[in-house]
């Protein structure tokens, strides 16, 4: 596995889709076509051009939205997402525009690997199940899901991050599981809590979503 993604902080699932994507070897619209076999064709998530792995992380405006709110999130302002249309690949974007040397540079990978994970259940989403959700609700998600990471060892990523606002719940529920473990070393301590909040994390972003749906819904 590549330095671009062994390095930064992100649980295995999401360097492996980095690494798979890097390689150009996930299944978009493009790759299928090239072999004839059945695909989406345009894009799911702007329904605009042909997708790829290219245009699913870095170019899609839906995809572009998504950073832009990130980047005003998280003060990152040397990201100049206009430029990113100059990229033809996954590989040359992460290498010029993500990996590049700078002062965050580590935090700005796990941040890519996140992203590019959930553009791509997003994607799947829409593909095979017909379900949809909105910029908007999205970046909550990404959001809620970068604190968690921050909080279970992404020491980069929590320097540009505030994580005060994690729930109360998230630390009853870790002291509880802590002190009904048996574990004592450092490593084990450090994996309970890692796959503890990265499964807590589904649940608490459904809600988030849901409560953001019904605001929205009010709201209009």
Not at 2 to 14: E, S
Not at 158 to 163: Q, R
Request: charged fraction near 20%.
């Amino acid at each position: 596995m590549p330095p671009l993604v062994w390095k930064p902080w992100a649980t295995p699932k999401y360097k492996f889709f980095a690494w798979l994507v890097l390689q150009n070897r996930v299944w978009t619209a493009d790759r299928l076509a090239r072999r004839g076999w059945p695909n989406c064709g345009l894009c799911k998530l702007c329904n605009q051009r042909l997708e790829s792995a290219a245009h699913l992380l870095f170019k899609c405006r839906f995809s572009i939205r998504i950073w832009n709110k990130l980047k005003l999130w998280l003060g990152l302002h040397q990201i100049d997402t206009a430029l990113w249309q100059q990229f033809h690949s996954v590989k040359e974007w992460w290498k010029k525009a993500i990996h590049k040397k700078g002062p965050h540079r580590k935090a700005l990978a796990s941040l890519t690997m996140l992203v590019s994970w959930e553009l791509w259940k997003e994607r799947n989403a829409r593909v095979f199940r017909g379900h949809s959700v909105t910029v908007d609700m999205m970046v909550t998600k990404i959001k809620n899901e970068a604190r968690l990471w921050c909080f279970a060892g992404a020491k980069a990523l929590s320097s540009l991050i505030s994580c005060d606002q994690i729930p109360l719940f998230v630390f009853l529920f870790l002291f509880s599981a802590l002190a009904h473990t048996k574990t004592h070393t450092e490593k084990e301590k450090t994996e309970l809590y890692t796959h503890f909040l990265i499964d807590l994390s589904a649940s608490w972003m459904q809600a988030q979503a849901l409560q953001d749906l019904s605001v929205q819904r009010h709201g209009s």
